[in-house]
T-cell receptor, first 113, second 115 residues
């Protein structure tokens, strides 16, 4: 069975600083994809970044990067230069093959001015 | 290119009533997914369609739940005889399929409150 664990219920970061949100995963499938989504208070899930299990390099999308450590089964999201608008819930998710996305419980990020 | 839309955004109903939600995916996306999200949790998969075919259903989808995608475009999710435990955010997502990432894009959700 697939499982996503996000151990940080809440995180605080100062504006303009970088922050790392933790995600560990468990799967027996050698081929899988890892996703991060942002959910503001409005409720919509916004796709941020994707990492494939066979990708050699860590994924980056603007201020978002994914610290992928396959041996440790971790896929941490790094947000650089935090902005007030980054305050939201962040969810790590995984899919292998044609299985549906499996989400973690999320981390609430609060950016402080 | 419009995103995924859902209607209504909010629904308040009394226990025992039936409710129906609609989801319009991104045009040309052939896969459509329904998820349920309760407070403090991540979304949980309910069901998914490839075009008009319902290919997978979660055990969370009790007999009171039914989903359709009659023409392979929009989808409806109906809950019959609602219970207070059905109160949640119902999220719809769509994806193009056939790509390496097959990223799912979500709509704004329908928040259901059962009194």
């Amino acid at each position: 069975a697939q499982k996503i664990t996000q151990t940080q219920p809440g995180m605080f970061v100062q504006e303009k600083e970088a922050v790392t949100l933790d995600c560990t995963y468990d799967t027996s499938d050698p081929s899988y994809g890892l996703f991060w989504y942002k959910q503001p208070s409005s409720g919509e899930m916004i796709f941020l970044i994707y990492q494939g299990s066979y990708d050699q390099q860590n994924a980056t999308e603007g201020r978002y990067s994914l610290n992928f450590q396959k041996a440790r089964k971790s896929a941490n999201l790094v947000i650089s230069a935090s902005q007030l608008g980054d305050s939201a819930m962040y969810f790590c998710a995984m899919r292998s093959g044609n299985t549906p996305l499996v989400f973690g419980k999320g981390t609430r990020l609060s950016v402080i001015a | 290119d419009t995103g995924v839309s859902q209607d209504p955004r909010h629904k308040i109903t009394k226990r025992g009533q039936n409710v129906t939600f609609r989801c319009d995916p991104i045009s040309e996306h052939n896969r459509l997914y329904w998820y349920r999200q309760t407070l403090g949790q991540g979304p949980e998969f309910l069901t998914y369609f490839q075009n008009e075919a319902q290919l997978e259903k979660s055990r969370l989808l009790s007999d009171r739940f039914s989903a359709e995608r009659p023409k392979g475009s929009f989808s409806t999710l109906e809950i019959q005889r609602t219970e207070q435990g059905d109160s949640a955010m119902y999220l719809c997502a769509s994806s193009a399929g056939g790509t390496r990432t097959d990223t799912q894009y979500f709509g704004p959700g329908t928040r259901l409150t059962v009194l």
